[in-house]
């Protein structure tokens, strides 16, 4: 069983820049994906970004539109899962959740929500002056 705790969330004026990190307990394994979704008020939950894993590669995958600006990385021996976001802006403000699945999944299917296995709580990011 994997449990996820995600922090970092907070409030940010526009332009600026938060890191939100996804803490794991226990090891998801040589292959699995971690992605961050995120839920702005009255939207649907949309893929922020993901990273996907077997043996000793990895890639990283954003969703177009946040290329540039989010950096997901992870880090193995923390176990953790970060997301560098900058250049913030107000339409950035949404709930970030960070979801893990159990193998290394093909990339049709890392968009998707219904694929993962753990959901964290969230955390709120707020973009506003």
């Known amino acids: 069983q994997v449990q996820l705790v995600e922090s970092g969330g907070g409030l940010v004026q526009p332009g600026g820049s938060l890191r939100l990190s996804c803490a794991a307990s226990?090891?998801?394994?040589?292959?699995?994906?971690v992605s961050w979704f995120r839920q702005a008020p009255g939207k649907e939950r949309d893929f922020v970004a993901g990273v996907r894993w077997s043996g000793g590669g990895f890639s990283t995958h954003y969703t177009d539109a946040l290329k540039g600006r989010f950096t997901i990385a992870r880090d193995k021996v923390k176990n953790t899962v970060t997301l560098q976001m900058n250049n913030l802006e107000p339409d950035d403000t949404a709930d970030y959740s960070c979801?893990?699945?159990?193998?290394?999944?093909?990339?049709?299917?890392?968009?998707?929500?219904?694929?993962?296995?753990?959901w964290g709580q969230g955390t709120r990011v707020t973009v506003s002056s």
């Open positions: 226990g090891s998801i394994g040589s292959s699995g994906s």
């Open positions: 979801a893990a699945a159990n193998s290394r999944l093909i990339l049709s299917r890392l968009w998707d929500a219904k694929n993962y296995d753990y």
